[in-house]
């Protein structure tokens, strides 16, 4: 089983920016494909980005594209969400998400994942 802990939300203003971790532990064995979805209150989970197969390009949802970005460090599972310019509209719980790779998947929908992190809350004033 995989466990996700996300960590690094908080109280930011308006054009800010915040990077989100999510550490991943557990037995992931095999090529695993890890998102980003974010649930304002309300509103449908939204997904936001992902990592590609080789983890090496980030998949970002076209309305967040060139403010938010997706990046990895391997060697510590941990997988992060680099946000910029921040609006009070992306005040949200964030949640990564994370399953075996399989292409038979899609990757933008939640139902896809089996395995989520706790959420961490995201708060934009103005």
């Known amino acids: 089983q995989v466990q996700l802990e996300e960590s690094g939300g908080g109280l930011v203003q308006a054009g800010g920016s915040l990077t989100l971790s999510c550490v991943a532990s557990?037995?992931?064995?095999?090529?695993?494909?890890t998102a980003w979805f974010r649930q304002a209150p309300g509103q449908e989970r939204e997904w936001i980005g992902r990592l590609s197969y080789s983890g090496n390009d980030a998949y970002i949802t076209d309305s967040l594209k060139g403010r938010f970005t997706i990046s990895r460090d391997a060697a510590k599972n941990t997988v992060f969400l680099h946000m910029n310019n921040l609006k009070p509209d992306d005040t949200a719980i964030y949640f990564c998400a994370a399953r075996a790779w399989d292409l038979r998947f899609d990757y933008k929908r939640p139902d896809t994942y089996d395995n989520w992190g706790q959420g961490t809350q995201v708060t934009v004033s103005l």
């Open positions: 557990g037995v992931m064995s095999g090529t695993w494909i």
